[in-house]
């Protein structure tokens, strides 16, 4: 038998083991529901004892907060510290995709979807603001804009304006962000509210109602009234309130009409310039609604300029009791764990209405004003249940490793430094199950790949009471994908030039398999790799002969298709 061929029979058996780990994930991926109680609004989270790290503890902080660490990466964080760490991070400046756009428009190169996946792809592997980058994609997983939507996927330069207006996001204030998000021409074209008219006088015409629904559901205060931790509140019968009705949603319909494209003269029609495509939306006064606008206990005065309407409405969102908790705990899911508990959900709230952290070594991040998201990502980060080691052995605790970026820590463990998919198509999208199952900014609907809380019908997870997020597009399709996507890269078979590893440092251990699989355990699963599994993959690395490649690759692809690293703790 030809190595190439045994290398296939072991991946066959780690297929097999893939597929059995989203059924042990049934039960082991999220954080359970923890603490009923209410986190006192003034108290601050407890911060770490010390901004020193292991190597392992190092690998499990850089999981969470970037699109996966390199061995340097590692390094570079027990030498600093996390405290010197966040601030360096939060002191980067932003790598702007429409700056990157806008040159190749100028140059005369044609920009489309292509493009904007390449330049993603390449932030997330090579930018150096690694912290911003993995904040901002998990606010675009909130803020769904897709390449889905036919007019999104005829206007690019908008969405790489929304894709900037994320990275923004990331580390600025989320008043700001909200405000960004509903004056950004890729918002209004995917959720309908531009050129929203007002009502006239027959009847015929009414306010879209899509945007006004879905920045209450979706983007600021949810469905259910919470309390300050993020648990849901219940009336006299023992019942959740909802938070909003029908009449808020048609009288919050109003605020937002009157927008269209800026650097126009006319309302209707679509963008004759350049800049219409990224500037901000303008207000056309003639076609906003001069009625009074009543809506969650909040009114706006009849003929009140439809820029201060809009202002006033994103002022009430914005300070609405449910926002701090809903958006706090849907970035915990991202970052760190599907279930937080209520107490982890708390403090990160109460660091959202503060807007300022303490870090480790008594330095503050954060302007003290309200949203200030540098403190939020703080204090999700450093929150005690985020870093306490005995976490990574409750069954209960962590999240399922997006398709994403389990590609992207591949890239970034293994030192690919160039990302042109004109020599790696199948990246340009990914979201197919026989991909990735999933690609930034095409996600099928405004609810993102997966809902924040979903639970698998029938599964020991919901018997738990605990949500998987992304178990929503993991299936036996999506799994064996993965699987076959990832074996592609590993095994360097997509392109001679572009998404090309280095694996010198893993060429170096391929004569001692133990020595190599403790290496990967150390960049991949921050020594949380089980000794079953350790001396499955050691034995059968070992049984592989040829070239040292093959034994390095044969590793890579066990440890990156099993259950211990697809699930992150």
């Known amino acids: 038998m030809g190595e190439t061929m045994r290398v296939r029979n072991l991946f066959k058996v780690t297929r097999k083991s893939a597929a059995c780990s989203a059924a042990v994930f049934l039960l082991a991926a999220c954080s359970g529901a923890g603490d009923d109680g209410e986190a006192p609004a003034d108290t601050p989270p407890p911060p770490p004892a010390s901004s020193a790290m292991t190597t392992e503890e190092a690998s499990r902080f850089l999981s969470q907060a970037t699109f996966g660490p390199s061995e340097a990466d590692i390094e570079a964080l027990t030498a600093s510290g996390v405290s010197a760490w966040l601030t360096a991070e939060f002191a980067k400046p932003q790598e702007s995709i429409l700056e990157d756009v806008l040159i190749a428009e100028a140059a005369g190169g044609g920009v489309g979807p292509d493009a904007l996946a390449e330049a993603f792809w390449t932030r997330a ?189 994103l002022d009430a969102l914005y300070n609405h009791a449910n926002t701090p908790p809903f958006i706090s705990r849907q970035l915990i899911q991202r970052l760190v764990t599907s279930n937080p508990s209520a107490a982890y959900v708390g403090r990160v ?34 929150d005690p249940e985020a870093r306490d080691p005995a976490n990574m052995s409750d069954p209960s605790f962590g999240k399922l490793r997006e398709p994403v970026l389990r590609f992207t820590h591949w890239a970034r463990a293994f030192g690919v430094d160039e990302t042109d998919t004109d020599d790696a198509r199948i990246l340009r999208n990914t979201s ?89 355990d150390d960049i991949l699963t921050y020594g949380s790799l089980r000794a079953e599994s350790r001396d499955r993959i050691v034995q059968a690395v070992s049984s592989v002969g040829g070239e040292p490649e093959n034994r390095v690759e044969a590793a890579i692809l066990m440890m990156m298709t099993s259950a211990d690293y697809i699930v992150q703790r």
Do not use: C
């Open 125 to 313: 592997i090579l930018s150096d603001d690694q912290l911003r980058q993995r904040v901002g994609y998990s606010l675009s997983q909130i803020f769904v804009a897709s390449f889905t939507d036919s007019q999104l996927a005829d206007h690019p330069i908008a969405m790489a304006n929304y894709m900037d207006i994320m990275s923004a996001g990331a580390f600025g204030n989320f008043r700001q962000t909200l405000e960004n998000v509903t004056y950004s021409p890729a918002m209004a074209m995917y959720l309908t509210y531009l050129q929203n008219q007002k009502a006239d006088a027959e009847g015929e015409v009414v306010p879209d109602e899509n945007y006004a629904r879905e920045v209450m559901q979706l983007f600021t205060i949810g469905l259910l009234e919470l309390d300050a931790n993020g648990e849901p509140r219940l009336d006299g019968m023992g019942d959740p309130i909802e938070t909003y009705d029908n009449d808020d949603v048609t009288e919050l319909a109003k605020v937002f009409t009157g927008l269209s494209w800026a650097a126009r003269t006319s309302f209707f029609g679509n963008a004759q310039t350049l800049e219409s495509e990224y500037l901000p939306l303008v207000m056309f006064e003639q076609h906003h609604s001069a009625e009074p606008k009543s809506f969650l206990g909040t009114t706006i005065p009849a003929n009140t300029p439809g820029d201060q309407s809009i202002s006033l409405a």
């Open 349 to 382: 709230a109460n660091v959202f209405r503060s807007g300022a952290y303490v870090l480790p070594d008594g330095s503050s991040v954060g302007s003290g004003v309200r949203g200030d998201m540098r403190a939020v990502v703080a204090a999700i980060l450093l």
């Open 432 to 520: 197919a199950p026989s991909r990735l199952g999933q690609q930034a900014y095409r996600s099928p609907s405004v609810f993102n790949f997966y809902r924040p809380g979903f639970v698998l019908p029938g599964s020991e997870t919901a018997e738990a009471g605990l949500v998987a997020p992304e178990l929503q597009i993991t299936t036996g399709s999506s799994i064996t994908g993965y699987a076959n996507f990832m074996e592609g890269f590993i095994l360097q078979r997509v392109s001679d030039e572009s998404y090309v590893p280095d694996y010198s440092a893993e060429l170096a251990l391929a004569d001692n398999p133990g020595a190599l699989v403790d290496h990967l």
